[in-house]
């Protein structure tokens, strides 16, 4: 498949004129979408799906609770809660640096992991500064609605 760098950069300009956040077009065998990434100007083309590797095929089972510990509370002032029903994503691609761990520092509105819903990676931010003490989801873990995913202490 030959691509034509032209067509995407006019694709870009539409989606930048028009305000959707994706589009897709399909010719014969190929198939070319570009979507608006979080960032702005930023663009994001693909082509067919990759396949999956294996270590990609069964998510990671979460960290499990020292014995004795009490479940996570929902209220507990660190706790950041989904905002939405997805896929949680802890790094911004496959092999790449986590964007947050254990024991590290963030800052208020740091991205600190996505969540992939409709096709589409949405930047979940550090809802307070503070080091991150627990992180309660697995890479590639389904999430839910309110579902605490870390503690910020």
Do not use: C
């Not at 029903?85 to 691609?93: H, T």
Request: aromatic fraction near 4%; proline fraction near 12%; glycine fraction near 8%.
């Amino acid at each position: 498949m030959q691509i034509d760098a032209e067509a995407i950069r006019q694709l870009a300009k539409l989606l930048e004129e028009t305000g959707l956040a994706e589009i897709e077009i399909a010719e014969r065998d190929s198939r070319v979408r570009v979507a608006r990434a979080q960032l702005p100007g930023a663009y994001a083309v693909a082509g067919p799906p990759p396949a999956p590797a294996p270590a990609q095929l069964a998510p990671a089972e979460p960290p499990a609770m020292p014995a004795g510990a009490a479940p996570v509370a929902a209220e507990h002032p660190g706790a950041l809660k989904s905002p939405m029903v997805g896929v949680a994503w802890l790094r911004p691609d496959p092999g790449g640096k986590p964007f947050a761990q254990p024991g590290e520092q963030v800052s208020e509105g740091q991205t600190v992991l996505l969540i992939e819903a409709m096709k589409t990676f949405n930047q979940i931010k550090a809802h307070r500064s503070g080091t991150v003490s627990r992180i309660l989801v697995a890479d590639g873990s389904p999430v839910e609605y309110a579902e605490v995913l870390m503690l910020i202490e």
